[in-house]
């Protein structure tokens, strides 16, 4: 999952305009984007787009899992087959009444038990944080894990940048545990969103750093963000190159446990780490 495009669900002009985003999958959201005196209506539309072309992906965003929201959302959305839910908020044990939620929804919808697939977003309360760790064996839906930056700032009383537009410790130190939760529990971690929509070069900074964390995709929340986001998670000539070097030479020295290579030592992490950039390139696109 390259790119993910938030679309507030009660938007049908946004949800035309993703549709063209380029993006790999569109997140119809029915949380914090919609107000909530519009949600019947949001759920309702989220639906009906449900009915149309199915590419990119249609996923969507409940809301979380305590609540009674939750329910009607996915008892609005889940006849028309989502590819997945976003489950904000999220806890482990969150993940695991979800999953209930939906084995039942799946076997009165005629849908294959666990087709329907789940992204946690694993990082918006204090309680989450700390349990991000937990995400290994609940259920083989959970897709990716990934974080938000806004949220748990609103609920710290914090602001989540510092002055340099860099994100300060709190958050720096969610996100890597993210990616270090993700790994632990086999899955794909996707980037949080960049909020400030209009400016380009910031985005594509941080969609790099983004990169070199481990990240394999990010989220987007305006169409003009989906080009940087897509080139950005796409392996690039360069790394290919690595790749393919790195992978050659070991089949050619299958007994070597490390090799120099154009002047650098290379040993088996490297030989993983080629062989997961070739691996995304099979993927490149989804
Ligand atoms: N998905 C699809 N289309 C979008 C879009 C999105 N997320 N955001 C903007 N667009 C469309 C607009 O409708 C507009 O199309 P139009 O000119 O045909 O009407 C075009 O892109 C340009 O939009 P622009 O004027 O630059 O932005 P805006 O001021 O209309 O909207 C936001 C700004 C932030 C309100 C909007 O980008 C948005 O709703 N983003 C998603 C927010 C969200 O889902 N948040 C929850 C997750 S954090
Ligand atoms: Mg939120």
């Known amino acids: 999952m390259r790119s993910l495009l938030f679309v507030p669900a009660d938007s049908e002009r946004k949800l035309a305009k993703g549709r063209e985003s380029g993006a790999s999958g569109l997140i119809l959201d029915l949380e914090d984007s919609v107000a909530a005196h519009n949600r019947p209506e949001a759920r309702k539309m989220a639906r009906a787009a449900l009915e149309g072309p199915r590419t990119p992906e249609l996923w969507v965003r409940i809301n979380p899992i305590a609540g009674d929201d939750a329910l009607l959302d996915l008892a609005a959305v889940m006849p028309g087959k989502p590819c997945g839910v976003l489950l904000p908020k999220c806890t482990p044990d969150d993940l695991r009444r979800l999953d209930d939620y939906l084995s039942a929804l799946e076997v009165e919808h005629g849908i294959a ?8 977003i694993a990082t918006e309360t204090g309680a989450g944080v700390f349990r991000l760790g937990e995400y290994g064996g609940i259920t083989p839906r959970l897709a990716a894990l990934t974080w938000g930056a806004e949220d748990l700032a609103a609920l710290l009383g914090a602001t989540n940048r510092r002055p340099d537009g860099v994100y300060d410790d709190t958050f720096r130190l969610v996100r890597a545990l993210c990616v270090i939760g993700a790994q632990a529990a086999g899955v794909e971690a996707i980037d949080t969103i960049y909020a400030d929509f209009r400016n380009e070069a910031g985005l594509r900074e941080e969609c790099q750093a983004g990169r070199r964390a481990g990240f394999t995709g990010k989220m987007a929340i305006h169409p003009a963000q989906l080009d940087p986001i897509n080139e950005a998670f796409s392996p690039n ?7 393919r070097d790195v992978v050659a030479a070991f089949a050619a020295n299958p007994n070597a446990g490390t090799i120099g290579l154009a002047g650098k030592m290379v040993d088996r992490p490297h030989l993983v780490l080629a062989q997961r950039i070739l691996s995304r390139l099979g993927r490149a696109g989804t």
Not at 237 to 242: A, D
């Open 113 to 120: 038990r666990f087709a329907t697939k789940v992204i946690a």
């Open 237 to 243: 000539e360069e790394e290919l190159t690595w790749a």
